[in-house]
């Protein structure tokens, strides 16, 4: 595909580095020669200086040409505008990068009045995250599949795990009707067999359905039944979306921020939250608000640094679930060397719904993709898609054809009904199936071969 990128910050350029990897035509718009250095230094793509409200700037990009243009400047005007000029020059699809909670409730009318195909608000996206974690202490990562039937729940085993020097094979009382389909272990990733022996520090991937997901994370003690009250530092975006969304289940909600003006927009837009005017890296206020006894502590700050800190005194505290907003790459390693599981990153989640409508718009005629992510370090994909009279291995059972060891068929939807794959399954038209791979072409796994 054809796809012009505009603005070459952190998600311009995780998008460009996914996508020329991939093997589409990407061209990148910036007015910051660095960053276009950077990223002309680094991938193989285009770039070109300049505004990208100018019509001549947008014509060497080729943007008449483009099936997708995706705008991720820091204006969410300037997105929109973009992606009207790109629809009147011809551009095929846009996606708009609109953060601003005023433009939240009225998105849809201005997306169809301005020709906008996908809308993403990362800090809606990063809060959305974090709301699926709460009522799980310590877990790294979850996806949902089927509209929330099934969850991809990715997490670290500690050193008082159940799992710990046990096999798969062994743990069937643990297990119930759960397949673990990714494995991270010292940078390697592995899809593990039922001879596969637990270590600690391993960070696991499992999947099934949602109610024995749960069950399972209650037999290992990592699961939350009745969240009671949350504690966040940091009063921006993702806190307001946040807020917001657990507040109407019923979770109180105490939010700590040092700018006055921030707290009382927050005090006016969040009537059901307490909003404490201070410094969440203040241990003695932290500790007045009752840091020990809330259900979850969720470090916000705008500063990468701040929020690993806060996070390590609240581990100290014995919070049992602590979740970290980390932005740079660099300080999700550090942050999890230092033992901090739960990590939510805005630009990632931003990331992995662009390349999940990329892929869609790639396949609209081969077949439909539902969902897509990457797990175990972005070296694992995890892949939903509709069976249709084209997919390979057609109802044959799974006993009967051969698989790469680095294949997993993880799990069948059929008619409402989720299905763990045993040999003895198949794929039927119509089933949603959840495939995960690694190093392997999706085209290929379902089909052979591109089409």
Same mark, same amino acid.
């Given at each position: 595909? !054809?796809?012009?990128?505009? $603005?070459?910050?952190?998600?311009?350029?995780?998008? @460009?580095?996914?996508?020329?990897? *991939?093997?589409?035509?990407?061209?990148? &718009?910036?007015?910051?020669?660095?960053?276009? =250095?950077?990223?002309?230094?680094?991938?193989?793509?285009?770039?070109?200086? $300049?505004?990208?409200?100018?019509?001549?700037?947008?014509?060497?990009?080729? +943007?008449?040409? @483009?099936?997708?243009?995706? /705008?991720?400047?820091?204006?969410?005007?300037?997105?929109?505008?973009?992606?009207?000029?790109?629809?009147?020059?011809?551009?095929?699809?846009?996606?708009?990068?609109?953060?601003? #909670?005023?433009?939240?409730?009225?998105?849809?009318?201005?997306?169809?009045?301005?020709? &906008?195909?996908?809308?993403?608000?990362?800090?809606? @996206?990063?809060?959305?995250?974090?709301?699926?974690?709460?009522?799980? #202490?310590?877990?790294? /990562?979850?996806?949902?599949?089927?509209?929330?039937? +099934?969850?991809?729940?990715?997490?670290?085993?500690?050193? %008082?795990?159940?799992?710990?020097?046990?096999?798969?094979?062994?743990?069937?009382?643990?297990?119930?009707?759960?397949?673990?389909?990714?494995?991270?272990? !010292?940078?390697?990733?592995?899809?593990?067999?039922?001879?596969?022996?637990?270590?600690?520090?391993?960070?696991?991937?499992?999947?099934?359905?949602?109610?024995?997901?749960?069950?399972?994370?209650?037999?290992?003690?990592?699961?939350?039944?009745?969240?009671?009250?949350?504690?966040?530092?940091?009063?921006?975006?993702?806190?307001?979306?946040?807020?917001?969304?657990?507040?109407?289940? $019923?979770? /109180?909600?105490?939010?700590? *921020?040092?700018?006055?003006?921030?707290?009382?927009?927050?005090? *006016?837009?969040?009537?059901?939250?307490?909003?404490?005017? $201070?410094?969440?890296?203040?241990?003695?206020?932290?500790?007045?608000?009752?840091?020990?006894?809330?259900?979850?502590?969720?470090?916000?700050?705008?500063?990468?640094?701040?929020?690993?800190?806060?996070?390590?005194?609240?581990?100290?505290?014995?919070?049992?679930?602590?979740?970290?907003?980390?932005?740079? =790459?660099?300080?999700?390693?550090?942050?999890? /060397?230092?033992?901090? %599981?739960?990590?939510?990153?805005?630009?990632?989640?931003?990331?992995?719904?662009?390349?999940?409508?990329?892929?869609?718009?790639?396949?609209?005629?081969?077949?439909?993709?539902?969902?897509?992510?990457?797990?175990?370090?972005?070296?694992?994909?995890?892949?939903?898609?509709?069976?249709?009279?084209?997919?390979?291995?057609?109802?044959?059972?799974?006993?009967?054809?051969?698989?790469?060891?680095?294949?997993?068929?993880?799990?069948?939807?059929?008619?409402?009904?989720?299905? &763990?794959?045993?040999?003895?399954?198949?794929?039927?038209?119509?089933?949603?199936?959840?495939?995960?791979?690694? !190093?392997?072409?999706?085209?290929?796994?379902?089909?052979?071969?591109?089409?």
């Amino acid at each position: 595909m !054809n796809i012009v990128i505009v $603005g070459a910050g952190k998600v311009g350029y995780a998008l @460009a580095k996914y996508l020329s990897i *991939e093997g589409d035509n990407v061209t990148i &718009i910036d007015n910051n020669i660095v960053a276009l =250095e950077r990223i002309n230094n680094s991938l193989d793509v285009m770039c070109v200086k $300049g505004n990208c409200t100018s019509l001549k700037v947008l014509n060497e990009a080729e +943007v008449k040409d @483009a099936d997708l243009l995706i /705008s991720v400047t820091n204006s969410d005007e300037l997105n929109m505008l973009c992606s009207l000029a790109a629809k009147k020059l011809g551009t095929k699809y846009t996606i708009s990068r609109v953060r601003n #909670p005023e433009y939240d409730e009225d998105i849809t009318l201005l997306s169809e009045a301005v020709g &906008i195909d996908l809308v993403i608000n990362p800090e809606k @996206a990063a809060a959305n995250e974090i709301a699926k974690l709460i009522k799980f #202490p310590s877990v790294c /990562s979850i996806d949902d599949f089927s509209e929330g039937k +099934v969850n991809l729940i990715g997490f670290k085993i500690a050193h %008082n795990t159940d799992l710990v020097g046990k096999r798969i094979s062994e743990i069937g009382s643990i297990r119930g009707n759960v397949l673990f389909c990714g494995i991270e272990r !010292n940078d390697t990733v592995i899809i593990p067999k039922g001879d596969y022996v637990f270590q600690v520090d391993d960070r696991i991937y499992v999947i099934g359905e949602h109610k024995e997901i749960q069950d399972f994370f209650k037999r290992l003690g990592k699961y939350e039944k009745r969240v009671r009250n949350s504690m966040i530092i940091g009063g921006g975006k993702i806190s307001y979306y946040l807020a917001k969304k657990i507040n109407e289940v $019923g979770v /109180s909600c105490k939010i700590i *921020e040092k700018n006055i003006k921030k707290c009382e927009e927050l005090t *006016e837009l969040l009537p059901d939250s307490i909003i404490i005017n $201070g410094d969440g890296m203040d241990q003695q206020l932290l500790m007045s608000e009752n840091l020990s006894e809330v259900n979850n502590f969720i470090a916000l700050t705008d500063r990468d640094e701040d929020n690993i800190v806060a996070a390590l005194f609240a581990a100290n505290k014995s919070v049992n679930n602590i979740i970290t907003k980390i932005t740079r =790459e660099n300080h999700i390693t550090i942050a999890e /060397s230092v033992g901090i %599981n739960s990590i939510v990153s805005p630009k990632l989640a931003t990331a992995n719904k662009i390349i999940k409508y990329v892929r869609s718009l790639k396949g609209q005629r081969k077949y439909l993709i539902e969902n897509m992510y990457m797990i175990c370090n972005e070296k694992v994909e995890a892949i939903e898609f509709i069976v249709d009279e084209n997919t390979k291995n057609l109802n044959k059972k799974f006993k009967d054809i051969t698989l790469s060891d680095d294949v997993i068929y993880a799990t069948i939807v059929r008619d409402d009904k989720i299905i &763990i794959p045993t040999g003895d399954d198949c794929l039927k038209i119509n089933d949603k199936v959840i495939v995960v791979s690694q !190093n392997k072409k999706f085209e290929e796994i379902i089909f052979g071969g591109d089409k």
